[in-house]
């Protein structure tokens, strides 16, 4: 217990280090200068974006194709939703809410209106220096956009492999760990399931799929994806219609707890006393968790499309922070803050944050039956993260394996064990080594794109 207390210990020292001043101004600083070099394109061409992803491209007649190499440019994108919408957006804008108050909601909003910018560069250097494995298979990410477009090819190499291993890492922790963690959480709150059993057939079920690759992750992601969203999104927005004379109140914790939290926080949001650094540092951290902006991931699910126009797939990448942070986030944020329970305490005296307070909230509105729906879109979400990154994570493996493939069978049953492992950890421990992740995956991410904005944001811009 000591030994495992010291390494929890040193895994949270770590990402207080890495979430300090600095990451926060290497994340905002690279969305805002991008969003400037791109004359904020990504918030004027937001609908042409939003159309293309349905299929309804009204700049061109059909979508341009590749060699049949790929997936459909959706199928990209509900792999990319699938890893990004997860408990991030359920329990991730939770403990954002608790440790940062309400005003990391604000935090998480800004942060993801400027990283559509980051998103939509990334992935669209991500297709454009993408190539074909062994198997003639697409694939990309920032590695191979290091790899094969920075000047310095031996720097580009040595900085792919750092991103790549630091995303496996980040698959088994973000993508992996903690999805597992709060499924295993949900059902043994509300159906009393033994974790270890929840695990057991996480991790079943986990292998089962990633072992059918890209073709099975892809079918599954296109049905579970605009299923479960929606389910969800039904659902929250009965929890706000309930509780709709608390709403201008909750918008106004919203607002004055993002810059004042010291100055508002006593008796409003109970026992949650925050400062301004806390609530920004949590609002971009979760929402970076939430929507990947900056982490590069998504472009490695953008690199699979099956079309030679790398911009216009980097545009429906972009979608993905909209739909996944601005819509999804948002409207959980609202529900939490409007119902009251933000600030409450359990049975044993401590704040009620995770999986216990989103429950809380749509207790509120469906009683004992609020429980189990929560459960079972965290149960969802989670489970199409989980596939989700399984893919990025390989993705990112074989370009460390690079010239020995077959390896991958083994990532593969490693990744789903590791669903097993998340499901019985601590959360705090979970998700601090998540974090840690996505701050050592963003570093060289965010480096590559610095040195190639010059010339990729200049091709967007003649592209309108």
């Known amino acids: 217990m000591e030994k495992s207390g010291v390494i929890a210990g040193a895994i949270e020292w770590a990402d207080d280090l890495v979430w300090g001043p600095g990451m926060l101004f ?12 791109l004359r904020f394109l990504p918030l ?25 190499c790929g997936v459909s440019s959706f199928s990209a994108l509900t792999t990319e939703l699938a890893a990004t919408i997860g408990t991030g957006n359920i329990i991730g804008v939770a403990t954002a809410m608790v440790l940062g108050g309400p005003g990391a909601l604000l935090w998480m909003m800004l942060s993801s209106l400027i990283g559509m ?19 003639g298979e697409w694939v990309g990410g920032p590695m191979y956009t290091m790899a094969n477009g920075l000047k310095n090819r031996r720097f580009g190499r040595i900085l792919g492999s750092f991103f790549a291993f630091f995303a496996v890492m980040a698959s088994f922790g973000m993508g992996n760990m903690t999805q597992a963690n709060s499924i295993a959480d949900a059902l043994s709150v509300t159906f009393d399931i033994n974790r270890t059993k929840t695990g057991l057939a996480v991790s079943v079920v986990t292998i089962l799929v990633v072992l059918g690759g890209i073709g099975v992750i892809s079918r599954v992601t296109q049905v579970l994806v605009p299923l479960m969203g929606t389910f969800y999104l039904v659902g929250t927005l009965g929890v706000i219609l309930t509780h709709l004379s608390h709403v201008p109140f909750g918008l106004w914790q919203i607002l004055a707890m993002a810059f004042a939290p010291e100055a508002v926080a006593g008796g409003v949001c109970g026992h949650i006393t925050v400062t301004m650094m806390e609530s920004l540092r949590y609002g971009v951290s979760r929402g970076v968790f939430s929507n990947e902006a900056g982490l590069g991931a998504a472009g490695i699910s953008a690199a699979s499309a099956d079309t030679t126009d790398y911009i216009k797939q980097g545009y429906i990448s972009m ?17 939490i803050a409007a119902s009251g329970v933000l600030g409450s305490l359990d049975g044993n005296g401590e704040l009620l944050t995770g999986t216990a307070l989103t429950i809380a909230v749509f207790q509120t509105t469906f009683g004992r039956h609020g429980a189990t729906f929560i459960s079972i879109c965290i149960t969802l979400f989670a489970f199409a993260t989980i596939v989700g990154w399984a893919y990025q994570g390989e993705k990112a493996f074989e370009f460390l394996v690079s010239g020995r493939e077959r390896y991958c069978i083994y990532y593969r049953f490693a990744y789903g064990l590791v669903a097993f492992v998340g499901a019985v950890c601590s959360l705090e421990v979970v998700w601090d080594f998540s974090d840690l992740c996505n701050a050592l995956m963003a570093v060289p991410n965010l480096i590559s794109v610095l040195l190639l904005s010059g010339g990729i944001c200049r091709e967007i811009r003649r592209y309108g």
Do not use: H
Not at 26 to 37: D, E, K, R, S, V
Not at 117 to 135: D, I
Not at 321 to 334: K, M, Q
């Open 26 to 37: 290497l994340l905002l600083g690279t969305g805002i200068y991008l969003m400037l070099a």
């Open 44 to 68: 004027k061409n937001l609908k042409f974006a939003l159309l293309c992803a349905v299929g309804r491209d009204p700049r061109r007649a059909g979508e341009v194709k590749g060699e049949g």
């Open 117 to 135: 910018a980051t998103k939509l560069v990334e992935s669209t250097l991500a297709v454009k220096y993408r190539q074909k494995n062994p198997r």
């Open 319 to 335: 979608t993905g922070v909209f739909l996944d942070t601005i819509i999804i986030c948002s409207v959980t944020g609202l529900a």
